[in-house]
């Protein structure tokens, strides 16, 4: 996998036209934005383009309008909210067909230094089958390309594969370069002892995850829903876990896999298990926690228990690379998220990169208070997946190689 892309530091663009795509799929409610987390992070790259002389055209998709002009889909609120954080205007470019009358004569007028935003991307039919006449239409407005849109990087789309492939320069920005410098190199190149921990609902989600990761780290820790299928792959009584029995007999290549390869698999020793999932998910629950090898019949699993929890935070501390993907637990309930907890607690407190691929887990770092002290949360989910996977991601493949 090259990952030596260049970058929007080893390009000139002052009077040129970028056309740079972010990715401000941010969520929207009554036409407000509720986070803005996509916005922030884009604005170095903007900052960057700006300060260098260029003439900024932005685009991004929202949502999944599926190929028509839906009005509660539209960017307008993004560039009204970019103008006020980057304290000059970024004029919106309202054309239902992306790249029409009003984009043209936007671009035609800017002056060096300038910021536009298009509409929505997925306003065209084309745009997620990579078309070409889209993707000539996002061409012919610019003489650079800047793809900074990571959560889109594995999907070969108009607005970051297409239009790559029909300018002579296409970079990435700042928040790519993360991505390609944190998680793509801790997986090919990591900075050994590397632990990965693998948590979320479904074995199924993580099939590749895990037998590329077992390929590449020390220790593979397995934790969340997924961890109950290894478990009765075991032989052990999950009781009404959650359990997927036709991946029974992948778990246990794994775990063959993992000794053969003399790499530490380590599983729950114990869980905080209920009787009834919660309903709202936040209702209070009552918790017992079983040995793995005791859980009764009539119990669920929900969490990782204490001496599990211990076990994966001590084996977190040796560790120089740690790489997280999906949570211990049923997190949204603060009495089935103490897993979770103590494990971002260990990545908090352990001078080791610590890498968040993304989804659940990113989402988990930050509303429990510990992402400051990571050294990298993904802004992907099914992007950092395909990356721990060691696929190569479409979005970065089509950037230019240095």
């Known amino acids: 996998m090259a990952l ?6 080893d390009i000139n663009v002052s009077g040129k036209r970028v056309l740079c795509r972010c990715d401000f799929n941010v969520p929207l409610k009554d036409g407000k934005i509720t986070d803005e987390n996509r916005l922030v992070a884009a604005l170095p ?31 307008a609120p993004v560039a009204a909210r970019l103008t006020e954080l980057l304290g000059q205007e970024v004029k919106f470019a309202a054309d239902p067909e992306v790249v029409g009358p009003n984009a043209k004569a936007a671009v035609e007028a800017m002056k060096d230094g300038e910021v536009i935003l298009l509409e929505n991307t997925r306003y065209r039919v084309e745009e997620t089958k990579n078309g070409e006449a889209f993707s000539k239409d996002l061409a012919s407005l610019c003489d650079i390309f800047v793809n900074d849109a990571f959560g889109t990087a594995h999907r070969a789309h108009c607005s970051n594969v297409g ?9 990435v920005g700042y928040l790519m370069q993360k991505e390609i410098d944190f998680l793509g190199n801790a997986v090919e190149n990591p900075v050994r002892p590397f632990v990965a921990i693998l948590g979320g609902a479904k074995v199924a989600d993580k099939l ?16 969340g829903g997924m961890a109950y299928t290894f478990l009765k792959a075991q032989g052990n009584e999950i009781g009404k876990s959650l359990v997927d029995d036709s991946k029974l007999d992948y778990c246990k290549e794994m775990i063959a896999k993992a000794e053969k390869l003399g790499k530490k698999l380590l599983l729950p020793v114990d869980s905080a298990t209920i009787t009834e999932f919660p309903n709202p998910i936040d209702a209070p629950v009552e918790v017992v926690v079983c040995d793995s090898d005791k859980m009764p019949a009539d119990r669920e699993g929900c969490d990782i228990g204490p001496k599990t929890s211990e076990m994966f ?11 997280w ?65 060691g696929k190569e991601l479409p979005g970065v493949a089509a950037a230019t190689n240095k």
Request: charged content about 20%; hydrophobic content about 40%; aromatic content about 2%.
């Open 4 to 9: 030596n892309k260049v970058s929007v530091d």
């Open 45 to 75: 790259t903007i900052k960057k383009l700006i300060a260098d002389g260029g003439k900024v055209i932005l685009c991004s998709h929202l949502g999944k309008p599926k190929g028509e002009p839906k009005p509660e889909l539209s960017l």
């Open 163 to 171: 239009v790559s492939e029909l300018v002579d320069t296409a970079a």
């Open 208 to 223: 590749n995850v895990i037998s590329n990761l077992l390929e590449k780290c020390d220790t593979l820790i397995i934790g």
């Open 313 to 323: 935070a001590e084996a977190v501390k040796s560790a120089k690379t740690v790489v």
């Open 325 to 389: 993907n999906g949570p211990m637990g049923v997190f949204e309930n603060p009495t089935l998220a103490e897993g979770t907890i103590a494990v971002a607690k260990a990545l908090a407190e352990t001078d080791a990169t610590t890498i968040i691929g993304g989804g659940d887990s990113a989402a988990a770092v930050n509303q429990l208070g510990f992402g400051d002290k990571m050294s990298h949360i993904s802004t992907g989910g099914g992007a950092s997946l395909e990356f721990l996977e």
